[in-house]
């Protein structure tokens, strides 16, 4: 199965920081990479899919970078309402597989 | 807009079979558009992908799964529906159905609110 990892596993920041996550496939996945939101209680929502594209009605502090085996999810702007658990998955093959998680928490 | 909905029982006894249903609204199983899929998240664990099917019946399921798992389409209800046989603590999770559309990188981009289900005797 294709392995996903994602870095770091969690993370503490402030309302306004920059943040990034990084997520690495164990082979090359070209732009087959999404990233989702998760929140307690709720379903996950998608946020990027294809590596960079802004699924609709995300705002635009959410982006998505990378290609082959490197990706990144950045928060521009941090929000209140962005503190949740981020995580990557990827769709070039079956079974799809999804990275472990990363916890965004307030500082 | 096609919207999901989850149904089935909470509480399904170890050994026995899990048969969960999605409702589906807005949209037509019957679509070339979605591939039809479910995942789950077990307590304070991560996803996990189950497996999907496409209008033409065709399936793919997660190998972990494989030998105890079935999805298939009633078109006359518009839903679609997941069994899973032989169930043990460890199939205790939320699980979700969600749509996959090849135009967005095969990304789950719709998703049901999730139904809990615990394995317990």
């Known amino acids: 199965d294709m392995q996903m990892t994602q870095s770091p596993s969690s993370l503490s920041a402030s309302v306004g920081d920059r943040v990034t996550i990084a997520c690495r496939a164990s082979q090359n996945i070209n732009n087959y990479l999404n990233w989702y939101q998760k929140k307690p209680g709720k379903a996950p929502k998608l946020l990027i899919y294809g590596a960079s594209s802004l699924q609709s009605g995300v705002p635009s502090r959410f982006s998505g970078s990378g290609s082959g085996t490197d990706f990144t999810l950045t928060i521009s702007s941090l929000q209140p309402e962005d503190f949740a658990i981020y995580y990557c998955q990827q769709s070039y093959t079956t079974p799809r597989t999804f990275g472990q998680g990363t916890k965004v928490e307030i500082k | 807009q096609v919207q999901l909905q989850e149904s089935g029982p909470g509480l399904v006894k170890p050994s026995e079979t899990l048969s969960l249903t999605c409702n589906v609204s807005g949209g037509s199983v019957n679509s070339g558009s979605y591939y039809w899929s479910w995942i789950r998240q077990p307590p304070g664990k991560g996803l996990e992908w189950i497996g999907y099917?496409?209008?033409?019946?065709?399936?793919n399921y997660n190998p972990s799964l494989k030998s105890r798992v079935t999805i298939s389409v009633d078109t006359s209800k518009n839903q679609f529906s997941l069994r899973l046989n032989s169930l043990t603590a460890a199939d205790t999770a939320v699980y979700y159905c969600a749509t996959m559309t090849m135009l967005k990188f095969y990304a789950l981009d719709i998703w049901g609110q999730g139904t809990t289900v615990t394995v317990s005797s």
């Open positions: 099917i496409f209008y033409s019946g065709s399936t």
